[in-house]
């Protein structure tokens, strides 16, 4: 079975611009989650999708991040325009369940330069 | 929301000693602490979890224990190898009702 994969695997972009990542959770899973890893500091939420549904995205720093999962399937996260403090290692995580064992992703490292 | 704290942020063993990492969390109601592993280059996997019913798991050379009082729990890894030097990271939720929080991590190195 294949796990939850990221895309792409780094990403360098210039301020101003913008950037999509790309995550496919693990088959049949609906909960899909977006998390992001700053140099040194926690594993932030960011956002929550049921479905096609966003559950919760009360981690969403601003309005310059737009995540999607149209079908329910795959989800994107857009960030534009990016800004320095956005870079960071940006996870994608899926679960059966919601607040239960969930999957990550490789991650993806944004560096806005 | 849960706020969770976890200490040291990094931490040096040599080959065959005990490591043990700790994490305090905030919202009483938290029921599910999963502990992840990331090694370089990988995300973040699973290696073992703890349910706020019991208070003890052991699974091999790794066990957690969970004081729901205290709110604090830990991660105890023994006769550690290099090949458990990695970033832990822990993380409590309400199952099936929230979202996990996770702490800052902790950078393990086993030293041969």
Redesign the interface.
């Known amino acids: 079975e294949a796990g939850v994969t990221q895309f792409p695997s780094h990403s360098v972009i210039e301020k101003g611009q913008t950037v999509t990542l790309r995550c496919d959770p693990i088959s049949g899973h609906d909960n899909l989650y977006w998390y992001r890893r700053v140099m040194g500091k926690e594993i932030k939420f960011l956002l929550h999708f049921v479905k096609e549904s966003k559950q919760d995205e009360s981690g969403m720093p601003n309005n310059r991040f737009l995540a999607e999962r149209t079908g329910g399937t795959y989800s994107t996260l857009k960030v534009q325009p990016a800004e320095l403090e956005d870079s960071g290692v940006y996870f994608c995580a899926s679960s059966q369940l919601r607040g239960a064992e969930a999957f990550f992703g490789q991650g993806t490292r944004l560096t806005v330069v | 929301g849960e706020n969770?704290e976890?200490h040291p942020?990094t931490l040096s063993v040599q080959e065959g000693d005990s490591a043990v990492i700790k994490c305090t969390y905030s919202d009483s109601a938290s029921n599910?602490f999963?502990w992840?592993k990331q090694e370089l280059?990988?995300?973040?996997?699973?290696i073992i979890?703890i349910r706020s019913n019991v208070g003890e798991k052991k699974d091999q050379r790794i066990a957690v224990t969970l004081n729901k009082t205290a709110k604090h729990f830990s991660l105890h890894i023994t006769e550690t190898q290099p090949e458990d030097s990695a970033v832990y990271?822990c993380?409590a939720?309400?199952?099936?009702?929230?979202?996990?929080?996770?702490?800052?991590?902790t950078r393990l190195t086993v030293k041969p």
């Open positions: 969770v976890q942020s599910y999963p992840y280059g990988k995300g973040p996997q699973l979890d990271f993380a939720s309400i199952s099936h009702n929230n979202d996990m929080r996770f702490g800052a991590g």
